[in-house]
């Protein structure tokens, strides 16, 4: 059996920022165990501009972003295998893995990291009825098709969700030839960046049909149409708002979910809201020295908050390699009420020596809301906002003193909304 | 070429058949209309093995059935099938069903079922701890059981290729005419010429008869609409449940499948004899499978489903309702195996059999060969395997330890052997049915395109020219700018 200090499960920006985090806070034996065949994640394939304009404050490419990061890493003896693919995470921080130049690598841990990412909601769990024909695919898979393999998946597209990808997958289908006839969202707001309603449909000159959603596939081979309907305010079609719509793929763009398959078997407390793991401040899960950050965690719009919580992912691993904390620590749950979907961490040591950035996401669009954080009555933060909206993440600060301040353990995240 | 046998139709029968006929020393040769087998009924069903009280004692389907149930593990392990004997229970709600369950049980007598039991609500809820609270009782049958339908399908295949017998995809035949004691069969891939013919065409068994001017029945497509979940939801199922049979039919039975996932469903819609390609899913139809499922397991959640689907039977318009399995009236020389819908999966091998026995009564010259392979070489599965048997796989060939399908856990090399296999896969849903890659939560979003490139490089093809599954249903157009 091998031994590391760090095990980082996932070589994405998440993974890499934070076994640089931990590398830069004194740890020694580092790994990052990645099932693709380079380190960089999902951003390889994101060949667009918009990354690192809050974290390097300039607007590069996926690519761009990814390799800032992929050589701070060959700068330091941090460990790499590539097309490693990790099985099992064993009772006493064993990770069983596999590759092909290994064979099968059981490797022991002080700490690991979670950083797998996640994937996209794939047409299955959506329940569209109608054919298999082929041509209906997730807006992640096309953009692979597109921007690694290059080949076209299709020439006249419908998409259906309004999730960062999809829109940005559609203008990278238009710039490509392809006609893009239409982005439906089911909801009667985007759940994607402002930016990229803007840039990617509004300048490119896609319509973008709110409350609407497709309803039936057409096509025995390759697909041929769509049948697409407005949704009522329960998200139900309305009969008589049926159209065909001519096309020969589909692209999907419904949703990610946090891959968690080695979490959950680990016996890991899941949070049902997010999917990822319930964590403290430094992102420790609910098994001593196992931590989790990016999309893993939560799905997040904007690579740079994946780089921020990793560091503090990093840095909370090397804290618990260096001291091997015993015993049981006390924490205060937070919990998001009336508008805030749900907060990460859901944990805060009560003895927490840093202020905290608490992330939340809202669950509708609201305007001139207030952001109230709360314990017991009192109030710690009341900030008013012009706009929040579920496709925008969003942070607010609470200080170590306050915590420390605390008579009832427990912190909630609210809004109170004007109507 | 000219060959002794031609069996229509690469199904569960037509596989098992042409397997049956590759003992004997002749020259065989299945036509298969798609660009792989198990593409029609055989790929989208139950995947029961019902233990044999449905069909009415006398009938063709009751004796065929029991026999089926009985060799089916054989079969499985010869061939390395997953094949689980998980029995059956039928389920009732009230006191009218518990007589149902007698009735039931008194035919499952008269057919040879064995070993059945009425059992009580307690012993019930002991085997099935999420059943609804209303259940009552059950009719338990442990000869019951699941199996991969289609990869019974490809394992017969292989073995019958391995045994000498020639599988030509792609070649759906549009006509046939005899002359001179042969049957000359015209195929999108050219004509074949044969002396006897087996038509096992499933949904379309009718139109073929109808080539040598058998008229004698008709194949009424019944839609079958299915929901498959998550294997998170392993633990709501133990056995294959069935609802108490009613006028309505046996309604809608949930299962575990042989690859831990929970199966529901199907409705039973009977479509015009001209939808023989329909193979749509419903709002209707899978709001039918969700409500009814309800019944049997309240808590049992559709949230969790990674697809939908549906299945064509062949249900024969004769008055019986049997399967029609003999030589037509119309050319002895040419075999009806038709109207094999449920238990036609479990009767599967038993079919084979009685068919064999026909072909030897209308063609007694041929002789078993001398040597016959009865299995095939197992599939590797890395998933199933040791960390030490893993270990010394990836020693010998590393393309064991890449991992392409992260869902399901299925490596490069077994991708490579699926398509490498006598009769091996050709296009991505080829590869899934064959190794389960692509089958997982995500539907194939990680790996599809791993899987195309794959098998671009294998059979040496531009990576826009591999399909989902043969003919139009392409995948990629032309490259990028």
């Known amino acids: ?419 | 070429m000219q060959y002794d046998v031609a069996v229509i139709g690469a199904g569960v029968c037509g596989a098992m058949i042409t397997r049956e006929m590759s003992k004997l020393d002749l020259k065989v040769v299945l036509l298969e209309k798609y660009n792989d087998v198990a593409m029609g009924t055989s790929k989208a069903n139950s995947a029961i093995v019902h233990a044999g009280f449905d069909a009415t004692p006398g009938s063709l389907k009751a004796q065929l059935n029991v026999q089926g149930a009985s060799l089916m593990a054989y079969y499985c392990n010869k061939l390395h099938v997953p094949y689980k004997n998980i029995g059956s229970l039928v389920v009732a709600y009230n006191w009218d069903d518990m007589k149902t369950l007698d009735e039931l049980f008194e035919r499952g007598f008269a057919n040879g079922v064995p070993n059945m039991e009425i059992i009580s609500q307690e012993r019930l809820r002991a085997m099935e701890p999420y059943i609804s609270e209303e259940a009552v009782g059950a009719l338990w049958a442990p000869t019951a059981g699941i199996v991969s339908p289609y990869e019974l399908t490809i394992a017969c295949t292989e073995n019958a290729v391995l045994n000498g017998a020639r599988v030509k995809r792609n070649s759906g035949v549009f006509d046939i005419e005899f002359k001179d004691d042969l049957f000359f069969l015209s195929t999108a891939s050219g004509v074949v010429k044969a002396k006897y013919v087996i038509n096992c065409a499933g949904v379309f068994a009718d139109q073929i008869a109808k080539m040598i001017g058998d008229t004698s029945f008709r194949i009424i497509p019944r839609k079958g609409e299915y929901y498959l979940l998550d294997k998170t939801e392993k633990k709501m199922v133990n056995h294959v449940l069935f609802h108490c049979p009613s006028k309505m039919g046996k309604g809608i039975l949930v299962t575990p499948t042989v690859h831990g996932n929970v199966l529901m469903g199907p409705t039973a819609i009977d479509l015009d004899f001209d939808s023989k390609l329909d193979l749509d899913t419903t709002i209707e139809g899978l709001n039918i499978v969700k409500e009814d499922v309800k019944t049997v397991i309240p808590t049992l959640s559709t949230r969790n489903c990674i697809t939908s689907f549906a299945g064509l039977r062949a249900h024969i318009d004769t008055q019986e309702a049997d399967f029609l399995i003999a030589p037509s009236k119309a050319n002895g020389h040419f075999i009806n195996v038709a109207g094999i819908e449920s238990p036609g999966l479990t009767a599967a091998p038993a079919i084979a059999r009685y068919v064999a026995n026909i072909f030897k009564e209308i063609a007694p010259q041929y002789q078993r060969k001398e040597v016959f392979r009865t299995d095939r070489p197992a599939p590797v599965r890395v998933n199933e395997m040791s960390d030490e048997e893993r270990k010394a796989l990836v020693a010998k060939d590393k393309r064991y330890g890449r991992i392409i399908c992260r869902c399901e856990g299925i490596t490069e090399g077994e991708i490579v052997d699926a398509i490498k296999a006598p009769c091996g896969a050709r296009d991505v849903d080829g590869v899934k049915r064959r190794t389960r890659a692509g089958m997982g939560r995500c539907q194939g979003g990680f790996c599809g395109s791993k899987v195309v490139e794959i098998l671009a490089r294998e059979l040496g093809e531009e990576m826009n020219k591999i399909t989902k599954f043969g003919n139009g249903s392409k995948i990629l157009y032309n490259r990028t700018k």
Do not use: W
């Open chain 1, 1 to 419: 059996m091998q031994k590391y200090d760090l095990v980082v499960i996932g070589g994405g920006p998440a993974g890499m920022a934070a076994a640089l985090q931990a590398k830069e806070d004194g740890v020694k034996k580092i790994l990052i165990l990645e099932r693709a065949a380079t380190l960089g994640g999902i951003l390889e394939q994101c060949i667009h501009a918009g990354f690192g304009l809050h974290y390097f404050g300039e607007e590069l490419t996926g690519p761009e972003y990814a390799h800032r990061f992929i050589e701070q890493v060959e700068q330091t003896d941090i460990e790499v295998k590539v097309d490693t693919m990790v099985l099992e995470i064993r009772t006493g921080n064993i990770v069983i893995a596999t590759n092909a130049v290994d064979g099968m690598l059981e490797i022991h841990a002080t700490a690991i990291i979670l950083a797998m990412g996640c994937r996209e909601r794939p047409r299955g769990a959506l329940d569209i009825p109608g054919s298999r024909a082929s041509g209906i695919m997730t807006a992640g898979t096309a953009q692979k098709y597109v921007n690694i393999d290059g080949y076209m998946p299709g020439k006249k597209i419908v998409i259906l969700g309004s999730g960062d990808i999809g829109l940005i997958m559609a203008r990278r289908m238009t710039l490509e030839g392809a006609k893009v006839e239409m982005v439906c969202e089911l909801m009667p707001f985007s759940g994607g960046l402002q930016r990229n309603i803007v840039q990617c449909l509004e300048d490119m000159g896609i319509p973008l049909k709110l409350s609407c959603t497709v309803i039936q596939t057409h096509g025995i081979e390759r697909l041929e149409g769509v049948t697409i309907a407005n949704v009522d305010e329960n998200r139900r079609p309305i009969p008589g708002t049926e159209q065909y719509v001519e096309c020969d793929t589909l692209l999907l763009s419904v949703g990610l979910i946090p891959e968690n398959e080695l979490t959950r078997m680990a016996g890991i407390i899941i949070d049902p809201v997010t999917n990822g793991a319930v964590v403290d401040e430094n992102r420790q899960t609910s098994r001593p020295g196992i931590f989790a950050c990016g999309n893993v965690l939560q799905v997040h719009d904007l690579v740079d908050y994946v780089t921020q919580e990793s560091q503090i992912a990093g840095a909370g691993a090397a804290a618990y390699i260096k001291n091997k904390p015993k015993g049981r620590n006390r924490y205060v749950s937070v919990k998001g009420q009336s508008g805030v979907r749900y907060v990460v961490p859901q944990n805060i040591n009560e003895n927490t020596d840093k202020d905290v950035k608490l992330y939340f996401r809202v669950a509708d669009v609201y305007r001139n809301a207030r952001i109230l954080v709360e314990s017991d009555g009192k109030v710690l933060y009341n900030k008013k906002k012009p706009k929040l909206a579920p496709g925008e993440m969003e942070y607010v600060v609470v200080k170590a003193d306050d915590i420390h301040a605390l008579q009832k353990k427990e912190l909630v995240v609210r809004l109170e909304v004007q109507k």
